[in-house]
């Protein structure tokens, strides 16, 4: 048990975070379909800072280099999403052009400054950056405190906090309101003196933070360190995380458990040992290694196209505000 939860963790985290980076976009009017460039940047430029940190910092301080990344990979994450929201709300332009030009520019990017200053397509971070757990060793004999609280990244609980904290501002808040409101009605919004391009603004920076930063976690958990312009696509699993969520956080912990665990599966399957005999009965079966694969995305498309009838986007999503339309 706590195996099959350290490893969901470390598959649903990152699209937790993500997913949620999607709402504050969306929410605010502004279609981020640009989640999955804004991962691989954010991911490329935290790594590029752990790189040049083992040169400061001695490897003993490996928890406070990977804070430093994680921070990185946010504000550069947010830096490159303004490329998104000064198109869309200065331009006017396309929303989904612009968001998939992103997707394109992000792993060029990053395949020319690895091969000009690495000479070669992937970077390597240091090991002490992405190796090191935060809590480990604390075994209690009971599985699911066990999972959470034994080989686990401190990026784990900061996501969660953050989570649950940015949560409560999107629907508690003053803020919050104004920025949904922008969402749904951007013309209200405005009568009531609310400046609707800087609330577009704000949530489209914040998406690109979170997106960044769930990059970052994806690429030194997920992937051990190694970035080569690619986040597998999990930017895109995250607005279809989003989606099933309907827009919403607890819709979005349902998704991203889901396929995260279903992603263990796949990719453990083979000494997963469920009712602990000593018997991997998913190997037992003699289904292909390709089925428990591609179950994961197989799943997510079924349940997607099961519940989208009962998603609602939010009425404004993708169209440019213009003050004199009412």
């Not at 609980?157 to 749904?184: D, H, M, N, P, Q």
């Not at 607890?250 to 005999?277: E, H, P, Q, R, W």
Request: proline residues 3%; contains cysteine; aromatic residues 12%.
């Amino acid at each position: 048990m706590a195996f099959l939860i350290q490893k969901t963790l470390l598959y649903a985290i990152p699209l937790l975070i993500v997913a949620l980076a999607g709402v504050f976009a969306e929410r605010s009017g502004i279609i981020n379909i640009a989640l999955d460039g804004i991962m691989i940047f954010g991911s490329f430029v935290g790594a590029l800072a752990v790189y040049g940190m083992q040169y400061l910092l001695p490897r003993s301080l490996g928890q406070v280099v990977y804070l430093i990344g994680m921070a990185v990979a946010a504000l550069s994450g947010a830096a490159y999403s303004l490329l998104l929201s000064y198109s869309a709300v200065k331009l006017k332009a396309d929303q989904t052009i612009g968001g998939t030009a992103l997707n394109m520019l992000a792993p060029a990017i990053v395949l020319f400054i690895n091969n000009l200053v690495f000479k070669q397509h992937r970077l390597e971070m240091p090991k002490g950056s992405t190796t090191s757990w935060f809590m480990i060793h604390n075994n209690t004999g009971i599985g699911i405190v066990d999972g959470f609280f034994d080989k686990v990244y401190i990026s784990t609980y900061i996501i969660i906090a953050l989570f649950a904290v940015l949560s409560v501002l999107l629907y508690k808040t003053k803020f919050g309101l104004r920025l949904r409101a922008c969402g749904e009605h951007p013309q209200a919004a405005d009568s009531l003196g609310i400046n609707v391009y800087k609330m577009r603004y704000a949530g489209t920076t914040i998406s690109g933070a979170l997106a960044g930063l769930g990059g970052y976690v994806y690429v030194a958990t997920t992937s051990a360190g190694s970035v080569e312009g690619t986040v597998a696509g999990m930017g895109f699993l995250a607005l279809a995380i989003m989606i099933f969520g309907n827009w919403k956080p607890g819709g979005i912990v349902l998704g991203a458990f889901m396929f995260g665990l279903l992603k263990c599966i796949s990719a453990s399957y083979t000494t997963l040992d469920i009712n602990g005999d000593g018997i991997y009965w998913l190997k037992e079966i003699g289904v292909s290694r390709y089925l428990y694969q591609l179950l994961p995305y197989l799943i997510t498309l079924v349940v997607l196209a099961i519940t989208c009838k009962k998603s609602r986007a939010p009425k404004a999503e993708g169209i440019p505000y213009d003050k004199g339309l009412r």
